[in-house]
């Protein structure tokens, strides 16, 4: 096998499975420890993978989707999942935060129809236009600056008025989630910053976020997922990312069908 065949055979094998190690794939092409190190290094220096001991793993990526307008008509199935398991955790009369994400507008709109009484604090603008028509909901608002995509507001205004609240249950947006590396992500400091602090002073607080973005990156690490209360996906992760979550105690939360 040409040394081209035997790099891409380890690309197809990396996309399926998620991960490779040098010992297998020496087995496997019948060359030495060496060899296969060499060969990840040389994929590695191309961006194809990233090493790690003892063998490597997919390169996550950063897709620079940053504008909410960009981001809300993509993915919308998986949104919807992601608000019919996050509707189930909230309770009767509580506070409940919703961020700036696309997925908490999709929860928004199944709060929208529902007849029992919450008060709902959010600092993202089309959440606060979905809200407003259901006279169940006691609806506050979180301002300050506006945010470069103009989809809701940050800053030190939003930030002190967050500090003073105590929700029942948050849920935050998120860009990427790395479970191995007990990291959650976003791409503006000022948003993390936001979504820290909504963390902290929540009672329970969940990561709402699709599937795929398990393998994204964004650009700002703004909690680790050991403090959240659990992370709500659209469909059941990889066996050895749910033995990570279980690891640090996030509990995974999925629609039930």
């Not at 994204?216 to 749910?242: K, W």
């Amino acid at each position: 096998m040409f040394l081209e065949e035997r790099q891409d055979s380890i690309m197809n094998m990396l996309n399926r499975d998620g991960k490779v190690r040098v010992h297998e794939l020496s087995e496997k092409f019948n060359v030495t420890e060496d060899c296969i190190r060499k060969d990840l290094g040389a994929l590695e220096k191309q961006g194809r993978l990233k090493r790690t001991y003892g063998g490597a793993v997919m390169l996550r990526e950063n897709l620079h989707a940053m504008e909410v307008e960009k981001r809300r008509h993509s993915d919308v199935g998986a949104k919807r999942r992601i608000a019919r398991a996050a509707v189930q955790l909230i309770r009767e009369k509580d506070m409940v935060f919703l961020d700036i994400s696309t997925s908490n507008l999709a929860l928004a709109e199944l709060l929208a129809k529902e007849e029992r009484e919450l008060t709902v604090v959010t600092n993202m603008i089309d959440v606060l236009v979905v809200l407003a028509r259901n006279p169940k909901i006691r609806l506050i608002f979180a301002g300050g600056v506006i945010n470069k995509s103009r989809d809701g507001f940050w800053g030190g205004m939003t930030l002190d008025f967050i500090s003073r609240l105590k929700p029942d249950i948050a849920f935050v947006g998120a860009v990427g989630v790395d479970v191995c590396e007990n990291s959650v992500s976003t791409y503006d400091i000022e948003d993390g910053i936001n979504k820290a602090a909504i963390i902290r002073a929540s009672k329970r607080a969940y990561v709402v976020a699709e599937a795929k973005k398990l393998s994204v990156d964004g650009n700002y690490n703004y909690v680790t997922l050991d403090t959240l209360s659990g992370l709500v996906t659209d469909s059941e992760p990889a066996e050895d990312i749910c033995r990570a979550a279980s690891n640090y105690g996030v509990e995974i939360i999925l629609p039930k069908d």
